[in-house]
């Protein structure tokens, strides 16, 4: 009797410590909501979150893997991921975010949902991370670039290198530096070619809106490890300038 006794609390105490760690890593941010107006919603129905955004309170937010973001119709935001991508969401746009960063922070998995709206992506150079925006008929493997995407299957590319599928079929091309993708409704096929520099423009138009009196600087985000050991990491941010 003694030794269950014995053996029983053990097994107790590592399943505690295993929760903990656990609990721990989901609890790892994916990326901040750093710049936004006016009204934005940060949720999450599996953790019962719901959060209306305050300009005054809430800049620097933290998004964790399988929260929402939605801006509504006057609403635009800037969130920075931890591998210092940026995202540019225009109003009347849904977004969920999942994924991953390892500890390290050197090593991470990003996936973006666009339900609704637009955004515009300045993606850090990925080498073995992954970099992903899907919509119901398309998905956008990235790799390092600046691009927009659209809820409807569109796929535009300012610069760098995007591989768009059509998510029924399997079909997949590469873009490059001004050129664009239309995924069908279906799924099934892709239509592409090349921009005007006009047209890029007029895609481009409205993302500049977070980018006006901008001054960059260096900020440290503090968390602990399964282990305890408090840790930290520093990401570049573009904070409003003095007028």
């Known amino acids: 009797m003694k030794f269950f006794r014995t053996i029983i609390p053990l097994f107790l105490l590592l399943a505690m410590v295993s929760m903990e760690a656990e609990a721990l890593q989901v609890e790892r941010e994916i990326g901040i909501v750093r710049r936004f107006k006016p009204d ?9 979150k719901l959060k209306t955004l305050d300009p005054a309170e809430d ?7 399988g929260d929402s973001l939605l801006t509504d119709s006057e609403g635009f935001a800037l969130v920075y991921f931890m591998d210092k991508s940026i995202a540019k969401v225009k109003p009347n746009s849904l977004l969920i975010i999942n994924g991953d960063v390892e500890l390290s922070s050197k090593v991470s998995n990003t996936m973006i949902n666009l339900q609704r709206g637009e955004l515009f992506l300045q993606v850090q150079p990925q080498g073995a991370n992954e970099f992903e925006v899907y919509t119901s008929r398309s998905l956008a493997s990235v790799k390092g670039t600046d691009f927009g995407s659209r809820s409807d299957g569109f796929v535009w590319v300012e610069e760098g290198q995007v ?8 079909e997949t091309i590469s ?5 664009y993708a239309q995924v069908d409704e279906e799924g099934n096929s892709i239509d592409s070619g090349m921009l005007e520099q006009a047209e890029l423009r007029t895609l481009n138009t409205g993302f500049d809106e977070m ?16 282990n305890g050991q408090l840790r930290e990491i520093k990401i570049d941010v573009f904070e409003e300038g003095q007028n």
């Not at 934005?40 to 019962?48: H, W």
């Not at 591989?163 to 399997?170: E, K, P």
């Open 59 to 65: 800049i620097g937010e933290r998004l964790f893997s």
């Open 163 to 170: 591989d768009v599928t059509a998510l029924n079929s399997g």
């Open 175 to 179: 873009l490059f530096d001004e050129m």
């Open 40 to 48: 934005v919603t940060v949720t999450n129905l599996d953790k019962d």
């Open 211 to 226: 980018d006006t009196d901008l001054i960059q600087k260096e900020i440290i985000l503090k968390f602990r490890d399964q």
